[in-house]
């Protein structure tokens, strides 16, 4: 289907064409982006090294960290790199490569949070059948459906992509590859084409938030039966994976369940999934969890600390998470406040 086509490359228009802006983007989210690798790093050597994060719940932690990073790596690189060009392209295959690691680790992550609701379901709930049901034979096997059923996606979204004919507008107004801006450059009516993508990305997607929600609710409503302890614990944990899910499924409902459209405001919406979202679940799950802060210490201790200082740093680098999770509530709050105003038109335009 390839072969078909006349176009070998497209231009991407990234956040900005403004020089200035442009500087600001590499900037801001080259930092964004460094923060993420390296909370998500922490977190995972911390679950991998520590002997006391071996549940269930840090398992699909582990993997939740390591889709985040793979997800934001897919996206997140070139986006800084392009600010720095005046004239950013990207080559057919490299821009079908980006659709599938962009849609797989994406996919891949969405089924890592349904599997952490289920086991925090199970904990809550089941509490007796919980080590039975949750074991490890279990929980490997569930992981390996989700990767199995994320590479299964990927493909479905790669095959949509190929049968697009390109014949030679070739500027995508966005800063990566995905289907919704591709969609736009087809010289065929691709009417069926966006029914099978909200049917597959978009029902994943909505599907899925509602399945989290519903077990939130149930999970919050069997609280009542359990000590005010219990309820206290619970509900810390329920209310940081709920804020995670909220986060990632609102954007990606808006972008992936409306018909073949774009407006420029999506660019900025899509930067909370593909940015905003892996740099959020490490701060919260360091900053509400005081059993992963407890490892990171006594990680930081055994392979790092020598004297004094080193302990003094470690204390300065949890402070500066939560200053970073601080910079991120005021950095998405300015980016509402100008999506709903509409003056993120004018930051999207020269």
Request: overall charge positive; aromatic content about 12%.
């Amino acid at each position: 289907m390839q072969l078909n086509n006349n176009v070998t490359e497209f231009i991407l228009l990234g956040l900005t064409q403004d020089p200035l802006r442009k500087k600001i983007v590499f900037v801001i989210f080259l930092l964004f982006y460094l923060g993420m690798l390296l909370c998500n790093f922490l977190i995972l050597t911390t679950i991998k090294t520590s002997q006391t994060l071996g549940s269930p719940m840090y398992f699909f932690l582990f993997h939740l960290s390591l889709s985040d990073t793979c997800f934001c790596t897919s996206i997140a690189p070139r986006m800084i790199v392009d600010a720095l060009l005046k004239k950013t392209t990207i080559s057919f295959s490299e821009c079908m490569i980006q659709v599938f690691s962009f849609h797989f680790f994406g996919c891949l992550e969405i089924f890592i949070l349904i599997l952490m609701a289920a086991d925090r379901y199970v904990a809550i709930c089941k509490p007796l059948h919980y080590t039975t049901i949750m074991s490890r034979w279990v929980c490997e096997v569930l992981v390996a459906i989700a990767w199995v059923g994320s590479c299964v996606h990927s493909l479905a979204q790669i095959f949509l992509a190929l049968s697009l004919p390109f014949c030679g507008p070739n500027v995508i107004d966005h800063y990566f590859c995905d289907l919704q801006p591709l969609l736009k450059l087809a010289c065929a009516d691709t009417y069926v084409i966006n029914l099978l993508l909200v049917s597959n990305s978009g029902a994943i997607c909505t599907v899925s938030f509602v399945m989290l929600m519903c077990s939130y609710v149930i999970i919050l409503y069997s609280l009542r039966n359990h000590s005010a302890e219990g309820r206290r614990k619970a509900l810390s944990t329920c209310i940081s994976h709920i804020i995670v899910v909220i986060l990632f499924f609102g954007p990606c409902i808006f972008i992936y369940t409306r018909p073949a459209t774009t407006f420029p405001m999506d660019k900025m919406i899509a930067v909370f999934y593909t940015l905003g979202t892996p740099l959020i679940n490490p701060l919260i799950y360091t900053l509400r969890n005081a059993e992963v802060k407890n490892a990171m210490r006594k990680l930081w201790r055994k392979k790092l600390i020598s004297d004094d200082k080193d302990e003094w740093e470690f204390q300065i680098f949890l402070h500066s998470l939560d200053l970073s999770k601080s910079l991120l509530r005021m950095l998405s709050f300015y980016c509402g406040v100008n999506i709903i105003r509409g003056h993120g038109n004018s930051f999207l335009q020269e």
